[in-house]
């Protein structure tokens, strides 16, 4: 498809257990985002990656939270341990790489912890 | 470092009145600045962005926002609201030279609602 694809769009899961979110972004995008929001709030920042490495974690809130991009196309959120406060929805972008560009966001993954 | 303040959580007018929805930002240097809207169950979508090419940018569905650096201020705006306006609006600002990465800050909303 032409834009940025998360799976699932849904995922209920009981606490304490892994879970793992996916993101296909657009072909060609160097530049990977994750995010998370919370229920009336803003997309707050997890991390960054350009290509394979992630150029910038620092929105990462524990170490319970990991991302991969082995091949700088498809990325994982893996979250570890999971709380019910990590519930909410994770959305992720792609751009191209550099100043003043537009970040694509996929339509995000729901997640609930119970 | 860099933020955004999104000056109301909440905005109504009436259909054909204008928009306006207030935006500051925090950056030590020339900051990218974006609004994305979010409707209902649907992905956040780029409405426009400021390039530094003119500080009057015109977006999608007739939206304008005007950067002034004195007033650090990004105010989206439309003349005329239509009842497909009502969303979820997001000022997003990314500062490169200030936090080392191509990071998006966003601010953290204001729900657009247009009563007929």
């Known amino acids: 498809g032409a834009g940025v694809s998360q799976t699932p769009s849904n995922k209920v899961t009981e606490k304490g257990k892994y879970v793992e979110l996916r993101c296909d972004p657009i072909?060609?995008?160097?530049?990977l985002y994750w995010y998370r929001q919370s229920l009336g709030q803003g997309p707050e920042f997890l991390i960054y990656?350009?290509?394979?490495?992630?150029?910038?974690d620092s929105g990462l809130p524990n170490d319970r939270f990991f991302a991969v991009r082995p091949e700088g196309s498809v990325s994982t959120l893996k979250i570890q341990r999971t709380e019910r406060g990590d519930s909410a929805v994770y959305l992720c972008?792609?751009?191209?790489?550099?100043?003043?560009?537009?970040?694509?966001f996929g339509q995000g993954t729901r997640l609930t912890v119970v | 470092a860099q933020s955004v303040t999104q000056l109301d959580s909440h905005v109504s007018v009436s259909e054909g009145t204008p928009v306006l929805l207030r935006c500051n930002y925090s950056?030590?240097?020339?900051?990218?600045l974006f609004w994305y809207v979010q409707h209902p169950n649907k992905g956040l979508q780029l409405l426009l962005k400021?390039?530094?090419?003119?500080?009057l940018v015109k977006g999608i569905n007739g939206f304008e926002a005007e950067f002034k650096k004195s007033e650090t201020s990004f105010h989206l705006t439309k003349p005329s609201a239509h009842m497909s306006d009502a969303a979820e609006y997001f000022c997003?600002?990314?500062?490169?030279?200030?936090?080392?990465?191509?990071?998006?800050?966003f601010g953290t909303g204001t729900r657009l609602k247009v009563l007929a």
């Open positions: 950056s030590s240097y020339s900051p990218s």
């Open positions: 990656f350009q290509g394979t490495g992630a150029a910038d």
């Open positions: 972008a792609s751009s191209v790489q550099g100043m003043n560009t537009e970040a694509f």
């Open positions: 400021y390039t530094s090419a003119a500080t």
């Open positions: 997003v600002v990314s500062d490169p030279f200030t936090s080392g990465t191509y990071k998006y800050i």
């Open positions: 072909s060609g995008h160097t530049a």
